[in-house]
């Protein structure tokens, strides 16, 4: 009803008296919004005849004052009546019947109650709580119009102040996680509410994170960044507090350890440190309370702590470290490995070599440092831009590099301060490649040897025949390349290849086998017995080389003989001696020989010795024993024949009495008498025995016809005469036999001339070396038929395979030659 009047014809008279009402008031209220609140909900409608019902609302704080108004104009009667909040009755406080205000008891129970003088308006000073509830002041004027009632009524609110809140955690140390709520506990304070929660990181940075009117803040997963200072605000209509800080405290971790190397350095395997530094590692993993910190090296705990360190860290020391932090309040844990590799550098420097590469026609540097950690770096110079690890390779063109050139391997580790190198130089093979065969022992196997040596890097051999075939394998610096012996390579040609990858063109040496050709000058030799004859044998075509092997008349190795033959050789010829000829033993066929791994060829060489005429006959004139002791003889001698001698030889031997017996043999009792000698003394006859004494001519080595044994005589038996006698006449006879031989030489001087050479003046000492040159032997052949000996030089036909060797080579000579005697023989009687 109250807001039907309001709202229909009255609005505009409320609003014209509304400053009215503000100008009349003089008093002083208690509450300044209270009053401004009652004033402008106060409404006077002056309207006679009916009572008018005007409703507000105040509030008032507990323990504060407040005034409640009952209209602006005083009234002439009023009464003001309290309804308790819940009940309907309506009890009254206080009136004035226009003899002052009258309290009614219930006003002690609403606190200091007193009515302002000359008002109607009721102050309250330290409001009770109870003194909520509806306040009527029923006000009647007395208007010339006639009486008007006016009913206020005026709700109190007694607000209570909020209270200084303070902070309730379900869980002051809660785990990461988990469910926790806050509240913002509150004694005494008039809803509504409304509260703000202030959060302060421990990193001092504050901010509001909840607020509304609700005393709880339920955290469903909290976290770490809820640690820190919390503190609410409540505020409500009239005021505003806050709570003390409280610490919330989060337990959490460890999380995941973060590990930090010192010094660092990170490669794709990990941490790397320098062997022999001081390395630390710093494990940090958040966690509250803090982390408790154990190391691990290979999974066994090496340190507890966060901060470990190796002083003096070494290659052994590679491997998995782990750290592992621990939350000793949680019983949590959490752990981190790294791996960590100490670098060392790898021992001495690096080391350059250079190999052939590409069929030897370039070069291949390389250079290798093994070891370290990590691979050392290496490069070559000049060619800087290639860098590799461990070992480095580089193809260098080989014809365009020149002899001498040096090249340049440097070698760098992380762990040393200084480079290392080394280098290598190449060198030219000097001259050019050098080949020679030989032949095994026995001629079995063909040895062919090469060798190119002192270049750098070594060239390539490798053999081939002339066909172009190639033999053996490929060798570098020499090649022996051993082939069976076979007569098939005879004639053929075998090259040694060389090729060397400083050099653009390959060099060759070639090696053409021949089997041997023998030749001598002389085929036929003779010679007179008793002196040296030298047979001589040259070797042309000849290789492998070999040498000449001499077999005598019999076939036998000349050098089973030493003191028989001499032999000398070279390399082109060998000559052999036969010493001291034997008329009897030493004729004959003689071979040269000589083989080698692809043939083998001979030739004879006839060798005659010729024995020296017969001496002339000898015939004693005289013999006699000087006294008649009959201990010494002396003789006397004739030649009755003319011819070679060059001494005489004297025999004797005792005469047996018994004609049964064979005589005793001759015993020489003097030889190498002079030629011209012709009577000679001998002693040393036993006087009891009876003796036979001869004597021979001698011509070097042929003796004569023995003279007649004769017996000597006894001095002084007078036999003179006889023997003269016959001398004389033997001397006669001589002289006309040596006249007749003269008349004979002269005549058949053509035919004959050697014996013409003898006894005209022929030296002796020149028929010793009476031998038979093709150049000088020109009369030989009338002296003896078979002595026509063809001058011309021999010369052998290669056999066409390989003799056994130590075989007398060929057959033996079909002309035994006997020695020849020049005898002439003079028939002359005596
Ligand atoms: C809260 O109110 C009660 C009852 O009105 C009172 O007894 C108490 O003292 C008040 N507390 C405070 C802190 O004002
Ligand atoms: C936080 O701030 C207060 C005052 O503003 C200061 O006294 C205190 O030292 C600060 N604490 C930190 C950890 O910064
Ligand atoms: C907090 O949780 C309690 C109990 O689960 C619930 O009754 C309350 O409404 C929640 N308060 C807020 C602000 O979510
Ligand atoms: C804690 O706060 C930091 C910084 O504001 C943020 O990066 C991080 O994600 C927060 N942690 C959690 C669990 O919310
Ligand atoms: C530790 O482990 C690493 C890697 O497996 C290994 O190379 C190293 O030799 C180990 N060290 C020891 C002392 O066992
Ligand atoms: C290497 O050289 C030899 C001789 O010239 C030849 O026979 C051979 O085929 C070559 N090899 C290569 C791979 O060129
Ligand atoms: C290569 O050079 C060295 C040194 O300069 C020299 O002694 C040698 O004779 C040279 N060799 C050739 C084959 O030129
Ligand atoms: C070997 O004989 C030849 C020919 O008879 C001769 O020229 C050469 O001088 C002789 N050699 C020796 C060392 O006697
Ligand atoms: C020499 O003597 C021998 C034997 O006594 C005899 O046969 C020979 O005819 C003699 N010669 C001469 C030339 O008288």
């Keep these: ?196 929660w202030e959060h302060t990181s421990p990193y001092n940075i504050t901010g509001i994170m909840a607020q509304g009117i609700s005393s709880v803040v339920n955290i469903t997963d909290v976290n770490r960044n809820h640690t820190g200072w919390y503190r609410c605000l409540a505020r409500n209509q009239v005021n505003q507090a806050s709570s ?19 010094p660092y350095s990170v490669t794709e395997r990990g941490y790397s440190a320098l062997e022999k530094e001081t390395v630390t590692l710093l494990c940090q993993a958040s966690s509250n309370p803090p982390s408790q910190y154990v190391w691990f090296y290979n999974n066994s705990q090496v340190y507890m702590g966060p901060t470990y360190t190796i002083t003096r860290i070494l290659r052994m020391h590679t491997g998995h470290y782990a750290c592992l932090a621990q939350n000793t ?89 200084d480079s290392r190198s080394c280098s290598t130089r190449t060198w030219h093979p000097p001259g050019e490649p050098q080949c020679y065969a030989y032949a095994t022992r026995n001629h079995e196997y063909l040895m062919f040897s090469c060798s190119w040596e002192g270049g750098y890097p070594r060239a390539l051999l490798w053999w081939s025949s002339n066909t172009g075939e190639t033999h053996g394998k490929s060798e570098e610096n020499s090649n022996i390349l051993i082939l069976r012996s076979s007569a098939t390579y005879s004639g053929k040609s075998f090259v040694c290849h060389a090729q060397h990858p400083l050099f653009a063109e390959r060099k060759q040496c070639v090696l053409k086998l021949e089997a ?48 028989k033959y001499v032999l000398q050789q070279a ?22 020989s000589a083989t080698n791994a692809v043939g083998g060829t001979e030739i004879p060489i006839e060798l005659l010795v010729k024995r020296y005429p017969m001496p002339p006959n000898v015939t004693i004139t005289k013999i006699m024993y000087s006294s008649r002791q009959q201990m010494e003889v002396d003789m006397e001698w004739v030649l009755w024949t003319v011819g070679d001698m060059t001494s005489f030889i004297i025999e004797r031997r005792r005469v047996l009495q018994d004609k049964a017996d064979t005589d005793p043999l001759w015993q020489r009792v003097v030889a190498n008498l002079d030629p011209g000698t012709r ?85 002796n000492s020149q028929s010793r070396e009476n031998i038979n040159f093709p150049e000088d032997e020109s009369t030989a052949g009338t002296e003896d038929s078979r002595e026509d000996i063809s001058p011309e030089p021999a010369m052998s036909i290669p056999r066409p395979s390989v003799a056994p060797p130590g075989q007398p080579p060929g057959q033996p000579p079909a002309n035994d030659d006997e020695p020849v005697a020049v005898t002439v023989t003079v028939m002359a009687t005596s």
Excluded at 100 to 114: F, I, M, V
Excluded at 244 to 262: E, K
Excluded at 527 to 553: F, H, M, R
Aim: charge should be neutral; charged fraction near 15%; proline fraction near 7%.
């Design 679 to 763: 009577s000679y003394k001998m002693g040393g006859f036993d006087p009891t025995g009876r003796y036979e004494v001869r004597i021979m001519a001698v011509n070097h080595r042929t003796i004569g016809h023995p003279s007649d044994a004769k017996s000597p005589a006894m001095p002084g038996f007078n036999a003179f005469p006889a023997v003269i006698g016959a001398a004389i006449g033997g001397m006669i006879i001589a002289a006309i036999l040596t006249l007749l031989i003269f008349i004979y030489i002269v005549r058949n001087r053509n035919n004959n001339p050697r014996l013409h050479d003898l006894i005209f003046g022929i030296r």
């Design 516 to 563: 041997p050709v023998l030749v001598t000058q002389r085929s036929r030799v003779s010679v007179y017995e008793g002196s040296d004859v030298q047979l001589t044998c040259i070797l042309k075509a000849n290789y492998p080389a070999t040498e000449i092997t001499w077999y005598n008349n019999l076939k036998q190795h000349v050098i089973e003989s030493p003191t």
């Design 571 to 592: 390399a082109a010829w060998s000559n052999l001696t036969v010493k001291e000829t034997d008329g009897l033993t030493d004729s004959g066929q003689y071979w040269c």
């Design 329 to 417: 309040y949680l019983n949590t844990r959490s752990k981190k490995t790294i791996t960590l590799t100490v670098y060392y550098p790898p021992d001495g420097g690096p080391s350059c070599t250079i190999q052939p590469t590409n069929n030897y026609t370039d070069l291949s540097l390389s250079c290798v440092w093994e070891g370290g950690q990590p691979y050392a770096s290496l490069h070559w110079s000049p060619f800087v831009n290639r860098q590799s690890y461990r070992t480095a390779t580089f193809i260098q063109t080989g014809p365009v590099t020149g002899n001498n050139s040096v090249f340049e391997c440097h070698g760098s580790h992380v762990a040393l301060k």
């Design 1 to 196: 009803m109250v807001r039907k009047l309001i709202g229909q014809t009255d609005f505009c008279l409320i609003l014209t008296l509304l400053p009215l009402l503000q100008g009349s008031t003089d008093l002083d209220p208690p509450d300044d919004s209270v009053f401004k609140e009652a004033r402008n909900n106060g409404l006077e409608i002056l309207d006679p005849g009916e009572v008018v019902y005007i409703e507000t609302r105040t509030n008032g704080v507990v323990e504060k004052g407040v005034i409640l108004e009952c209209g602006s104009v005083f009234p002439d009667v009023y009464i003001w009546g309290f309804t308790k909040p819940g009940t309907q009755n309506i009890r009254a406080v206080a009136y004035n019947f226009g003899k002052g205000p009258k309290l009614q008891n219930l006003a002690k129970t609403l606190g200091e109650l007193t009515i302002i003088k000359n008002s109607a308006s009721i102050s309250i000073a330290k409001l009770p709580l109870a003194a909520e509830g509806l306040y009527t002041c029923q006000a009647l004027y007395d208007t010339p119009q006639g009486a008007k009632l006016i009913y206020y009524y005026i709700h109190l609110s007694v607000l209570v102040p909020v209270t200084r809140p303070y902070i309730v955690l379900s869980d002051s140390s809660p785990s990461e996680g988990r469910y926790m709520w806050m509240r913002c506990g509150l004694e005494n304070g008039t809803g509504p509410v409304y509260y703000t």
């Design 244 to 262: 003390d800080r409280t610490w919330l405290d989060i337990i959490f971790g460890p999380d995941l350890p973060n590990i930090q190397v010192t």
